[in-house]
């Protein structure tokens, strides 16, 4: 198949272009600079060159404080965006899946949503995501959604500045005595290689629609980072930062944990649970820093 990823130098992007590409497809990687979301005759000029069978959009306005302060620019990449690749991706024929967020739950079940729970999103973030979503469904035949959350990879991820969650708690725990972490933020961290790996699953079926796809199981930020600690031996001290102590700018679910459950049923799940996906990350991450000899 001849896929186009968008957002090819994110952090989940980059992830994405590698295992297309280790499953023998050709990958058209397109970047910022390649392409405008919200510009119907940019999305149009960079698919039409390349003619895509699938479009795999993973960019995004996604920093939750930024798409706040500027909301028209959130709608215009987030769901403007989702409707031009849809659009094109119909006129074409072609395929399209678009990354949904766990932020379209309000956090209020306390329980794993599963596709069919009625969405309910706190923020201009998860508003705009879902308008992409309802984009993708409404304009495009065949689409794959499929709702991630608290992603982390090796690349950067380029809107939140660079360092995702393993990686600053490594940082910080570096330069600390002492960590402090919210305990009352219930997510599944979900390395991106096995975002991309479903993607691939997803990419070789018709099986049309809305998926969650996270990694198994939840914990609060707080036993991830106890977690990345244990796994990596680090002697830093880790407390459960007091309710209050780190207030939110924009709101945001306090739980957003994610059954995969449509992935199931389709027999098409890939997913470990979060220890797992963690440690593969910390096994990797290790290997690349061993110098070669
Ligand atoms: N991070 C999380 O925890 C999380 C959780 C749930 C869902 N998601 C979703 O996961 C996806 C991937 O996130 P990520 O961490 O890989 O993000 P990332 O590293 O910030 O990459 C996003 C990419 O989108 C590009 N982009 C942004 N605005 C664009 C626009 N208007 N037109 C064209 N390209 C644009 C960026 O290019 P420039 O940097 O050059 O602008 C970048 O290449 C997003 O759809 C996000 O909503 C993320």
């Given at each position: 198949m001849k896929i186009a990823v968008l957002g090819a130098n994110g952090q989940l992007g980059s992830d994405v272009c590698a295992a297309f590409l280790r499953n023998g497809d050709e990958v058209v990687g397109l970047t910022h600079s390649d392409l405008e979301l919200g510009s119907a005759s940019s999305v149009n000029e960079a698919l039409s060159a390349n003619l895509p069978d699938l479009v795999v959009n993973t960019a995004a306005m996604h920093h939750v404080e930024k798409c706040e302060a500027d909301q028209v620019a959130a709608f215009t990449a987030n769901a403007i965006g989702a409707k031009n690749v849809a659009e094109w991706a119909k006129a074409a024929g072609a395929a399209v899946a678009y990354i949904g967020t766990?932020?379209?739950?309000?956090?209020?079940?306390?329980a794993p949503y599963l596709e069919t729970d009625a969405t309910s999103p706190l923020n201009t973030y998860g508003i705009s995501k879902l308008a992409g979503e309802n984009y993708t469904a409404a304009t495009a035949s065949k689409y794959f959604v499929l709702r991630v959350s608290a992603i982390y990879g090796h690349q950067p991820c380029r809107a939140k500045g660079g360092l995702n969650f393993v990686e600053l708690m490594l940082k910080l725990s570096r330069e600390r005595d002492e960590l402090r972490v919210v305990d009352d933020e219930i997510v599944t961290p979900t390395p991106t290689t096995q975002i991309a790996a479903q993607l691939v699953a997803l990419s070789r079926?018709?099986?049309?629609g809305t998926y969650h796809g996270t990694a198994e199981g939840s914990c609060s930020w707080y036993e991830f980072a106890r977690e990345i600690f244990l796994a990596t031996g680090s002697k830093v001290r880790l407390e459960k930062a007091h309710p209050?102590?780190?207030?939110?700018?924009v709101p945001r679910p306090k739980y957003s944990v994610l059954e995969n459950h449509a992935l199931k049923e389709a027999q098409l799940n890939v997913y470990t649970d979060w220890r797992e996906g963690l440690h593969e990350y910390l096994a990797a991450r290790a290997q690349a820093q061993v110098p070669a000899s």
């Open positions: 766990d932020y379209v739950f309000d956090g209020r079940k306390n079926s018709t099986a049309y209050g102590e780190f207030p939110a700018k």
